[in-house]
């Protein structure tokens, strides 16, 4: 059982090295992992000061500047946001959801709330209770995306926050993301890259919208190869990539997709600075699965492709994504102790 709350069945051939994975989401239906039981407030030096600042801050009850509340909640911790482990995140919490529906004080209010909101509750899953977290952000969608929409100072903070709750979010609601913001990136090429992120990061939507998205990346890389190039090439290896984050192997694109994107790619005179080969090592990695990997003709043309001699071992032997890549692909650092296993 992996710690993502997956359990994970393989069938061995007797002769030969053919191997064969289910995937089994066991826990509510989706991805959960529990690095611990219960959160350890008691831990953690003035978490109740840290949440009281917070709520004081909406409340107009303290002096800040609106940009100032990150900064002076790693004062009052004495830990850099980048070190607050899951306590600090998921504590901070309480006092965000109280302040939730006076976060419009200013788009700048806003916009620091759904920064520290997104922070706190990254990657969407992970420790108990983060199920009834989300549910509980969600109450600001429907009454706020029309809003936000037309407000540009807004509109990046909330593809971000999205973005990084994206695991916790059901196939249903990835769907709704992805219908509302598609025609946005197919109307303006030079949108926020945070946007790509965010469409690419939906990891529980069909199969078809996953197409759609990256014949979109392609195409816009066939027509302006100069403006977010890696994005867009982070983008289109995260829907190609054979190991799902948090979603499981049910939502893995098929290796013809994958192959025919990289026969596309190819053509693309990208300018020299241009990292593809992040494509080529997320879609050819080897899982050991003739369903979902890639014929060996196509590995050995991504082979010539790649020059990181870690990267192209994963696509000679089956390697699991470490930490590094996991985070990589998420386009976001982890909370400290967290931990995904395989």
Request: net charge neutral; proline share 5%.
């Amino acid at each position: 059982v992996r710690e993502t709350g997956v359990l994970e069945v393989s069938c061995h051939a007797l002769q030969g090295e053919a191997q064969w994975t289910l995937d089994f989401a066991i826990e509510s239906g989706r991805s959960q992992t529990e690095v611990s039981g219960a959160l350890q407030l008691a831990s953690v030096p003035k978490i109740d000061q840290a949440k009281r600042l917070i709520k004081e801050h909406y409340a107009r009850q303290n002096a800040l500047r609106v940009d100032q509340l990150p900064v002076a909640l790693e004062e009052l911790l004495q830990i850099p946001r980048d070190q607050w482990t899951a306590d600090h995140l998921r504590g901070l919490w309480p006092a965000l959801e109280g302040v939730m529906f006076q976060r419009q004080l200013s788009p700048e209010h806003e916009a620091i709330w759904f920064y520290l909101a997104g922070l706190c509750l990254r990657p969407g899953f992970g420790y108990r209770g983060d199920e009834e977290r989300i549910s509980s952000l969600l109450r600001i969608y429907d009454e706020s995306f029309r809003r936000v929409d037309s407000s540009n100072r807004l509109l990046t903070h909330w593809w971000i926050l999205w973005r990084r709750q994206a695991g916790g979010l059901n196939p249903s609601f990835q769907q709704k993301l992805f219908d509302r913001y598609m025609p946005t990136l197919r109307k303006d090429k030079d949108t926020s890259p945070e946007l790509i992120r965010l469409l690419a990061s939906l990891e529980r939507l069909d199969r078809s919208s996953k197409e759609q998205l990256g014949r979109l990346l392609l195409n816009q890389l066939k027509e302006d190869a100069k403006t977010h190039i890696d994005t867009r090439l982070w983008g289109l290896a995260r829907l190609a990539s054979r190991y799902p984050i948090y979603a499981t192997a049910a939502y893995v694109l098929s290796p013809s997709t994958v192959e025919e994107w990289a026969d596309e790619l190819s053509a693309i005179n990208l300018p020299a600075k241009a990292r593809p080969s992040l494509f080529y090592a997320w879609a050819g990695r080897l899982r050991g699965d003739k369903q979902y990997d890639i014929d060996p003709d196509y590995r050995l043309k991504f082979l010539e492709k790649i020059d990181n001699p870690e990267w192209r071992k994963t696509l000679i032997e089956v390697v699991t994504p470490d930490f590094t890549t996991q985070s990589q692909m998420l386009a976001d650092t982890l909370p400290s102790g967290f931990v995904f296993r395989n």
